[in-house]
């Protein structure tokens, strides 16, 4: 056995058995299991000092910036997020370059991170925090939770992260180690044992304030911790890394031989197959967009005209409709599948060269000539149409 797999001091089980509230409603605390738990910050913490990827927004304590990481990297992989961050940083370096930033220029940055309210709710709070703070970012977290699309995570990881202030995490991560960590059952989505982990954190991170041995940053390290040992070795399904775990000696997932079990997640929501007829219209060397409307999800960005069908309908029929565009001048090009979250989107695509009569459908509408493709922010599913338009068009004779 490692000496980091090897039992913690003074270890007695998991927390039920040390009387912690469960998610059956008994009411206690973590009180007689301080020496535990200290123990097990301990290692987390010395662990991520050695282990912690090296990622650039690691390299900083600025507040605005690891905001920015923490929106960011929300259902999105660090290796997605981090040209991302780098570009957004270069840009927007600063709190008030956010806020007086055009907001083209913010969706454009964001193009392709897919929950564009983000990006719109970063900007909004940045203009809170000019008109609120004075420009500064405000440390007290009950002030960073008061911040429009700012949750109690993203605040307490901001609060931690970049403050080193003794405020809990809990996202995906930290909830599969911490159920894990404790046998926690149930639904961790369900209020009761929600809040539970929401205890568990926050008395972690108490106890690594408390432990001046630990030196600088302890909140800030132990937080990164739990959501580094989450993505890197406490990962999802029933084969984690344990081997190499710092906490192994103390984990009764472990102990149990059974650390698939937890999270006990709610099943999924089944998958909704949706069919959308795409038309790419070209005039002159210029191509139709619509802009999306402030009713719509993905408000502000443009893509080509496209229109939600039944699976069954014919797209040039639905597309010729709309456009005014005879039925017959369409060609065919593969269809584009796209999938976000439940949804699985086809997008049939059909391509003309064609000037159709104006006014034929409400909206707004623009020619775009190719470079003006490149710059203007697009959804990702017509990002990735831009391309192949322009890779087809690059070959051709
Ligand atoms: S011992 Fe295994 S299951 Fe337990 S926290 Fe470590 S990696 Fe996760």
């Not at 580094?228 to 890394?241: F, H, K, R």
């Not at 034929?360 to 470079?371: D, E, Y």
């Given at each position: ?326 039925r017959t001048i369409w060609s065919a090009w593969p269809d584009l599948r796209h999938h976000i979250t439940r949804y699985r989107m086809t997008q049939r695509v059909r391509l003309a060269c064609f000037l ?42």
């Open positions: 056995m490692s000496s980091q797999n090897s039992p913690l001091p003074h270890w007695h089980g998991n927390l039920r058995n040390m009387g912690m509230r469960q998610n059956t409603g008994i009411e206690c605390g973590l009180q007689g299991c301080d020496d535990e738990l200290a123990a097990i910050v301990e290692r987390l913490t010395r662990w991520f000092d050695g282990a912690a990827r090296d990622l650039p927004w690691r390299r900083t304590r600025d507040p605005y910036a690891v905001w920015i990481s923490e929106v960011m990297l929300q259902q999105t992989q660090v290796q997605t997020v981090i040209p991302y961050w780098n570009r957004w940083m270069e840009r927007l370096p600063a709190v008030r370059n956010l806020a007086e930033a055009p907001t083209d220029l913010v969706l454009k940055l964001w193009e392709g991170l897919g929950y564009y309210s983000r990006a719109r709710n970063l900007q909004r709070a940045a203009c809170q925090i000019m008109s609120d703070h004075g420009g500064v970012f405000p440390r007290d977290p009950a002030a960073i939770l008061r911040l429009p699309g700012i949750g109690p995570y993203t605040a307490g990881a901001i609060a931690s992260i970049a403050l080193d202030q003794p405020e809990p995490i809990l996202d995906g991560n930290v909830i599969r180690v911490l159920t894990r960590l404790f046998a926690l059952e149930g639904d961790p989505k369900a209020k009761l044992l929600n809040r539970q982990l929401w205890d568990v954190a926050a008395q972690l991170v108490r106890s690594a304030h408390a432990q001046i041995d630990l030196g600088d940053q302890r909140c800030s390290r132990l937080n990164q911790a739990l959501m580094e040992l989450g993505a890197t070795v406490c990962t999802p399904g029933s084969q984690p890394a344990c081997g190499v775990c710092p906490v192994a000696g103390a984990c009764r997932a472990h102990q149990q031989g059974s650390p698939g079990r937890f999270p006990e997640l709610a099943p999924r929501v089944p998958i909704t197959a949706r069919f959308f007829a795409t038309g790419i219209l070209e005039h002159e060397g210029r191509y139709l967009l619509k802009l999306r409307e402030n009713t719509e999800v993905n408000r502000g960005f443009w893509e080509f005209p496209n229109w939600e069908t039944a699976a069954s309908d014919d797209a040039e029929s639905v597309l010729s409709d709309h456009l005014g565009v005879p159709p009569p104006q006014n034929s459908t409400m909206g707004t509408w623009l020619w775009a000539t190719s470079t003006e493709l490149e710059s203007l922010a697009l959804t990702a599913a017509h990002r990735k149409l831009a391309r192949k338009l322009q890779h087809a068009f690059q070959k051709r004779p």
